[in-house]
């Protein structure tokens, strides 16, 4: 009997892959609040949102890399959304592929938005070498754009409230986001490298957090 409490004691307290050597420089979004208030509250830091789950393959290949990263950079934030656990905050943020990533900074809000995996890590190292402050950002922290807060506040499934600001009359230059083509997923065969995760479109807007839970994902290699 002492055994198998002593196994269930390791198993309930087992470390679950997206948890393993994490850096104090990253840490997961409870909510979709706490993103929001997460950019807000991050100055000019450089923020990296790293949309992952469970499941995907290719964000479990990717993890100790972006570990790795995070230790290199310990001045960027790493803030992880589980998928599994915030669908309907990812359907009303336009996230459909996964490992998807978005860099977010100061006054110029989101940077680019991209997915890449183990095999196009360079695109990753890229845009955290192009986007890493060199020099204060003038105004104050923009976060998500306009559009994302006003489609989490229209979320019901979301607790999540809104009011659009009024439009400051001093215009703060913005940099013009990149958007990189997410690559096509495919079911990879076992010898290949993990493909990113293509997540099903929702049909109609989303009408309860049941409807939400009928949403699946097509992960590769199943």
Request: charged share 20%; glycine share 6%; net charge neutral.
């Amino acid at each position: 009997a002492s055994v198998v409490a002593q196994t269930g004691l390791r198993l309930k307290y087992a470390q679950k892959w997206w948890e393993k050597g994490l850096q104090p420089n990253v840490r997961e979004v409870t909510s979709a609040q706490d993103l929001v208030d997460s950019l807000m509250n991050s100055g000019d830091k450089l923020v990296v949102v790293d949309f992952f789950s469970p499941g995907c393959g290719g964000c479990k290949a990717l993890h100790p890399k972006l570990c790795q990263l995070a230790e290199m950079n310990p001045d960027v934030q790493f803030l992880q959304v589980n998928y599994e656990e915030h669908k309907s905050m990812c359907y009303s943020l336009n996230v459909h592929v996964l490992p998807f990533f978005r860099l977010y900074r100061g006054a110029h809000g989101r940077l680019c938005s991209f997915s890449c995996t183990n095999a196009t890590i360079k695109k990753f190292k890229d845009a955290l070498a192009k986007h890493t402050p060199d020099r204060c950002s003038l105004g104050p922290t923009k976060g998500l754009e306009e559009k994302e807060l006003a489609a989490l506040a229209a979320n019901k499934d979301l607790s999540f409230t809104y009011t659009p600001k009024k439009v400051q009359p001093a215009p703060v230059p913005v940099a013009e986001e990149e958007v990189v083509p997410a690559t096509a997923a495919s079911h990879s065969d076992g010898g290949l490298p993990p493909l990113p995760l293509t997540l099903p479109l929702p049909i109609t807007s989303l009408k309860s957090a049941q409807d939400s839970e009928e949403k699946t994902l097509a992960i590769s290699g199943r």
